[in-house]
C-alpha cells in the first residue's frame, strides 16, 4: 500500500510539474497597436499593446526593434492586469521592450504610449507645461482606450491598473498617483546646478503654452514603478497625496539625471516609502532594453555601461522584481483555465 501510495504521489507530482511548465510555456507574446485621441488637441496618438498569448513564440521587427512578440496574436483566456509605461523625455517606449514582454509572458497587459510631442520623432512639447501636465492625462486616455479595446477589454481586469514610469516618465507616474509638481522648485534647483543641461534647459522656466491644464491624478492607478526617475519638482508636501506602493530603481553612475536630488530625494519623502534599489555603477541608459550590434554602433553613449555592470543581468531581476511587485500590489491574473492560476504562481515562487 505505501508502494501504491508513492506512485501515486509521484504521478501527482509529475502532473503538476507538467501543468507548470504547460501554463508558462503556453504563454508567448502578442502585440497589438491602439489608436486613441491625444486629449490635448484631440490629433491622434498611439501605443502598443503587449499581452500573454498562447501562440508559438516569433520574433517580430518594430520601428528598429527585434521584439519577441507577435502582432494580434491569439490572446490567452482569463483577466490580466493592465500596466502602463511611458518613456522618457524624446525617447520611445520600444526601447523597453524586453520588460514589456517579460511581464506579458507573466500575465500583464503592457501598453506602451508614444508621448505626442515627447519622443523620438516629435519635440514639439519638450520643456512645457503642456508636456509636463499632458503627459499624464496621454496615460490616463491610453487606459481607458485599453478598457474599451474590442481585442483587450474582454481580458482586462479594470480594478488592477499600475504604471512603469522611466526618467521623464516616472514624473509622469507620480502625477497619476496623486503628486502635484511644485514649479519652484525647478527653478531654484536650476540656479543651484544650471550645469545640469538636461533638467535645466530652459533654465527652470517650463514654456507656459497652456493656461488650462493641471495635474490630474487618475484613481485607476494601483502602483507604480520608477526607473531612474525625474522628481525634482516633488517636495515632502508635493508628495503628500501619493498613497500607493512604489517600487523604484536608480543607478548610482547616473550621469543624466542628479540621484541625489532625484530618487535618493523620492525615496526619503514619499509618505509611504518606497521598495527602492540603487544599483551600483549603474547609469541612466541601463534600463533601456540590451542593445543588438546595430544598436550599439548606431548609439555607443545609449548602449555601453561601465565595465562590471551586466545589462542583462539587471534586466533579468529587474523583470522578476516588476512581476513580484505588481501581483502584490495589485493581484495575480485571473486564469480561465482549470489549475493554471496555481501552477504559474508557484513556477513564479521558484524564481523569486
Known amino acids: 500500500?505505501?508502494?501504491?501510495?508513492?506512485?501515486?504521489?509521484?504521478?501527482?507530482?509529475?502532473?503538476?510539474?507538467?501543468?507548470?511548465?504547460?501554463?508558462?510555456?503556453?504563454?508567448?507574446?502578442?502585440?497589438?497597436?491602439?489608436?486613441?485621441?491625444?486629449?490635448?488637441?484631440?490629433?491622434?496618438?498611439?501605443?502598443?499593446?503587449?499581452?500573454?498569448?498562447?501562440?508559438?513564440?516569433?520574433?517580430?521587427?518594430?520601428?528598429?526593434?527585434?521584439?519577441?512578440?507577435?502582432?494580434?496574436?491569439?490572446?490567452?483566456?482569463?483577466?490580466?492586469?493592465?500596466?502602463?509605461?511611458?518613456?522618457?523625455?524624446?525617447?520611445?517606449?520600444?526601447?523597453?521592450?524586453?520588460?514589456?514582454?517579460?511581464?506579458?509572458?507573466?500575465?500583464?497587459?503592457?501598453?506602451?504610449?508614444?508621448?505626442?510631442?515627447?519622443?523620438?520623432?516629435?519635440?514639439?512639447?519638450?520643456?512645457?507645461?503642456?508636456?509636463?501636465?499632458?503627459?499624464?492625462?496621454?496615460?490616463?486616455?491610453?487606459?481607458?482606450?485599453?478598457?474599451?479595446?474590442?481585442?483587450?477589454?474582454?481580458?482586462?481586469?479594470?480594478?488592477?491598473?499600475?504604471?512603469?514610469?522611466?526618467?521623464?516618465?516616472?514624473?509622469?507616474?507620480?502625477?497619476?498617483?496623486?503628486?502635484?509638481?511644485?514649479l519652484a522648485r525647478l527653478r531654484k534647483y536650476c540656479l543651484q546646478r544650471p550645469q545640469d543641461r538636461d533638467a535645466c534647459k530652459t533654465q527652470g522656466q517650463l514654456i507656459a503654452d497652456r493656461d488650462d491644464l493641471s495635474p490630474q491624478a487618475d484613481p485607476r492607478v494601483g502602483a507604480i514603478m520608477l526607473m531612474a526617475p525625474l522628481s525634482l519638482m516633488f517636495g515632502r508636501t508635493a508628495l503628500g497625496g501619493v498613497h500607493v506602493p512604489v517600487l523604484m530603481y536608480s543607478g548610482d553612475g547616473d550621469e543624466l539625471v542628479a540621484v541625489d536630488m532625484n530618487a535618493d530625494a523620492l525615496a526619503r519623502k514619499l509618505p509611504q516609502p518606497p521598495d527602492y534599489t540603487l544599483l551600483a555603477g549603474a547609469g541612466h541608459f541601463v534600463f533601456m532594453a540590451p542593445c543588438s550590434e546595430d544598436q550599439r554602433a548606431a548609439a555607443p553613449a545609449l548602449c555601453t555601461d561601465r565595465e562590471g555592470v551586466d545589462r542583462e543581468a539587471i534586466h533579468r531581476y529587474l523583470s522578476d522584481e516588476a512581476v513580484r511587485f505588481f501581483e502584490g500590489a495589485l493581484g495575480v491574473p485571473e486564469l480561465k483555465a482549470g489549475g493554471l492560476q496555481t501552477a504559474h504562481q508557484h513556477v513564479l515562487q521558484t524564481h523569486d
Open 1 to 182: 500500500m505505501m508502494r501504491l501510495c508513492a506512485l501515486l504521489l509521484m504521478g501527482l507530482l509529475n502532473g503538476a510539474l507538467s501543468v507548470q511548465a504547460q501554463a508558462v510555456e503556453s504563454w508567448s507574446v502578442g502585440f497589438h497597436q491602439l489608436d486613441f485621441p491625444d486629449p490635448l488637441d484631440s490629433q491622434p496618438m498611439h501605443a502598443i499593446a503587449f499581452y500573454p498569448s498562447t501562440d508559438q513564440a516569433q520574433l517580430s521587427k518594430i520601428q528598429g526593434y527585434t521584439i519577441e512578440a507577435t502582432e494580434d496574436a491569439h490572446i490567452a483566456m482569463g483577466r490580466f492586469p493592465l500596466l502602463v509605461l511611458s518613456h522618457g523625455n524624446t525617447g520611445t517606449p520600444l526601447a523597453l521592450h524586453d520588460l514589456a514582454t517579460s511581464l506579458a509572458r507573466q500575465g500583464f497587459v503592457v501598453v506602451a504610449v508614444l508621448h505626442p510631442g515627447d519622443n523620438y520623432l516629435d519635440h514639439s512639447r519638450l520643456g512645457s507645461l503642456s508636456n509636463l501636465y499632458g503627459r499624464p492625462l496621454q496615460v490616463s486616455q491610453a487606459i481607458s482606450a485599453a478598457l474599451l479595446d474590442p481585442l483587450l477589454a474582454p481580458y482586462l481586469s479594470a480594478d488592477q491598473v499600475g504604471i512603469i514610469g522611466y526618467s521623464a516618465g516616472g514624473e509622469t507616474a507620480l502625477i497619476l498617483a496623486g503628486a502635484q509638481p511644485d
